[in-house]
């Protein structure tokens, strides 16, 4: 029996490693199925990851300084682009500036001066009007009396009036009319800031997906995972890919803007 009890411990002792071995190989299925263990370090992928994290790195660094200049160069063109459209609209705003803003004066001045004897001569009309219509036949005579008296004078003002605001009128016409060609030459501006802006838009839409990808590269270079490091960087450099061809785009269209502004500037009444 004790020999027997024997044999049975030793056959128990060989079988044990066998059935450990097949309950780690069933804990590991079971973990990659459920994702407990992640499938890339399960698959050795560690290596190969930190190979690709090491040859776009140079690229990576390379595009953000690329994009950077780039930026920085956009930002410069539309600053000077800002500035001479500005002293554009400002020198055509100068032109017959001093006459135009001596006629308003002028029409203002003749309108307030005539504007009592104006509105005493309308107020006489309406009040002779509602007498008549009340069949006050002497009220209406007496009222309208007092606005015979006034006609003559009313009738000048109104003339006075008239050429005063006349003046004015043909004179914005006529500035309005020797400006033209800069304003023409400065139409396509207004069209292509709406392009940049629409643009810069979707710019800011992808730097927000750019930054979080950075932000879980940084994360996990820190945790040692080469494999989501290397996947926040391919992240992070397709969108800065896609950044620097808007960027390229927006430069184009601030060039076009410089262009229309020397155009413009060209045709600046002297």
């Excluded at 399960?42 to 950077?68: I, M, N, P, R």
């Excluded at 007498?131 to 008296?149: D, I, T, W």
């Amino acid at each position: 029996m004790i020999y027997s009890a024997g044999k049975e411990s030793s056959r128990n002792r060989k079988a044990a490693p066998v059935y450990f071995r097949r309950l780690a190989a069933l804990l590991i299925v079971l973990a990659l199925l459920t994702g407990n263990i992640p499938l890339a370090a399960a698959a050795g992928d560690w290596d190969s990851a930190l190979e690709e994290f090491h040859d776009l790195y140079e690229d990576y660094t390379g595009l953000q300084v690329t994009l950077k200049a780039e930026i920085s160069r956009n930002q410069t063109l539309r600053k000077q682009n800002t500035s001479d459209l500005s002293a554009i609209n400002s020198q055509l705003k100068s032109i017959n500036q001093s006459l135009l803003n001596r006629l308003k004066s002028e029409a203002e001045a003749t309108q307030k001066k005539h504007a009592p004897l104006l509105e005493q001569y309308t107020t006489l009309g309406k009040q002779a009007s509602a007498a008549r219509k009340a069949n006050n036949q002497k009220s209406a005579a007496s009222l309208n009396l007092k606005r015979n008296k006034l006609k003559a004078s009313a009738t000048a003002a109104r003339a006075e009036i008239k050429v005063k605001t006349t003046a004015l009128a043909e004179a914005r016409k006529s500035t309005a009319a020797k400006i033209k060609p800069t304003k023409d030459a400065l139409a396509p501006v207004s069209a292509l800031r709406k392009q940049i802006t629409a643009e810069n838009k979707k710019v800011s839409e992808l730097q927000a997906i750019r930054s979080e990808a950075d932000k879980r590269y940084k994360a996990a270079v820190k945790a040692g995972d080469a494999v989501a490091a290397a996947a926040g960087m391919k992240l992070s450099y397709a969108k800065m890919s896609e950044i620097r061809v808007m960027v390229q785009q927006m430069y184009s269209w601030e060039q076009k803007i410089s262009a229309a502004l020397r155009t413009a500037e060209s045709k600046i009444p002297k």
